[in-house]
């Protein structure tokens, strides 16, 4: 199975609605770090991503017809060169909007996160990767968060991308994956609090 959806934004932009948006319009299984909590070797695959080495996509996505979030979502340019007829999507808010968000969430599993073989990779790519080891430096973040945006928008052509704001809810969604709209309300899903009870209050950590 090739991936047929691919998901150029970072966590905490509504990635985790749009996995089970996908999910309900048969674009699933959809990858997302939830893939990494409960499967050990696929978290020790991303591990020697995460540190430099090649990827086989093919074979890391097997089962997979689509994915948003981190990891995933660091090696969009190379997905999209990967798979070429998959359709891109990129879930935005404002940069103030997503920091504050992202500084209540996934930061303190960040901060938190220690580099053992066992753990996620959620240090080495999210901090050092994506962040240039500087994960709490607020300007520093967000000029990173817009600059990723920029390079979607530039990169991908119209035709394949859609920018999917918070909100926008089912019809552009399923006008871009040519699909007909459910009858059913657009998922919400993983709201601040419930993400710090799940990733702050017990195992296992995502990414």
């Known amino acids: 199975m090739a991936l047929r959806v691919i998901g150029t934004g970072f966590g905490r932009t509504g990635t985790t609605s749009m996995r089970t948006a996908l999910e309900i319009l048969g674009f699933g299984p959809c990858h997302h770090f939830i893939a990494l909590r409960d499967n050990p070797e696929h978290r020790h695959q991303w591990r020697k991503i995460a540190t430099g080495a090649v990827p086989d996509w093919n074979q890391l996505f097997e089962g997979y017809a689509s994915c948003v979030d981190w990891p995933s979502a660091h090696y969009w340019p190379q997905l999209i060169e990967a798979f070429p007829d998959a359709r891109v999507i990129l879930t935005w808010r404002s940069a103030e909007s997503w920091w504050a968000s992202f500084e209540r969430t996934i930061l303190k599993v960040v901060l938190a996160d220690t580099e053992t073989e066992e753990s996620a990779p959620g240090s ?52 871009h994956l040519r699909v007909p709209v459910p009858d059913i309300p657009y998922p919400s899903m993983n709201d601040a609090d419930e993400f710090r009870r799940a990733a702050l209050d017990g195992p296992p950590r995502p990414t």
């Open 124 to 175: 080495q790519l999210i901090s050092l990767r994506v962040f240039g080891g500087l994960p709490a430096d607020r300007e520093h973040c967000m000029a990173v968060y817009e600059a990723n945006v920029a390079a979607v928008k530039e990169q991908v052509p119209a035709d394949r991308l859609l920018v999917h704001c918070l909100g926008d809810g089912w019809e552009p969604l399923c006008a």
